[in-house]
């Protein structure tokens, strides 16, 4: 019984549940694969626990819905968070709050401890925004946050 607690006490030191301060990021099938840490800078963290990117802009950029850019801790723009999408350079959606999402899945697997952050790499000069074509592209949510790692 011992090691059984001692196991459960272990594992849970690695994982977090949900905070009223993350908002989660789903994928085209509904599955959450990142997500937005309101109160550390708008850091976005792969559910593994790593930092990938962030939203450049304030709280109340956030809250009034205002265009906000993605950029990757490398400095890449990724596109732009626009009424609760992430929107790719393609003008396609790549991510969504569940809000947004046509058919978000009903559950969210466990977090793991976020790693440390990276610093800001020199951010790349924004790109001309696409029209946003309302519907999710062929760019993965996952893989364009990802890419903006160091």
């Given at each position: 019984m011992k090691k059984i607690l001692l196991?459960?006490?272990?594992?849970?030191?690695f994982l977090t549940l949900a905070d009223d301060n993350d908002i989660s990021l789903l994928d085209v099938s509904g599955e959450a694969?990142?997500?937005i840490v309101l109160d550390d800078e708008f850091a976005i963290y792969t559910w593994d626990g790593h930092a990938v990117a962030y939203l450049e802009g304030s709280v109340s950029d956030f809250n009034s819905m205002r265009i906000m850019d993605v950029y990757g801790w490398n400095g890449n723009h990724l596109g732009w968070f626009v009424d609760g999408f992430v929107m790719n350079h393609n003008g396609d959606a790549s991510c969504s709050i569940k809000e947004r999402h046509p058919s978000p899945e009903d559950w969210e697997n466990l977090k793991y401890i976020k790693d440390y952050k990276y610093l800001k790499s020199v951010q790349d000069i924004e790109p001309e925004k696409p029209v946003f074509?309302?519907?999710f592209g062929e760019i993965d949510?996952?893989?364009l946050m990802i890419s903006g790692g160091s």
């Open positions: 196991i459960l006490l272990l594992t849970s030191s694969v990142v997500y074509s309302g519907s949510c996952l893989d």
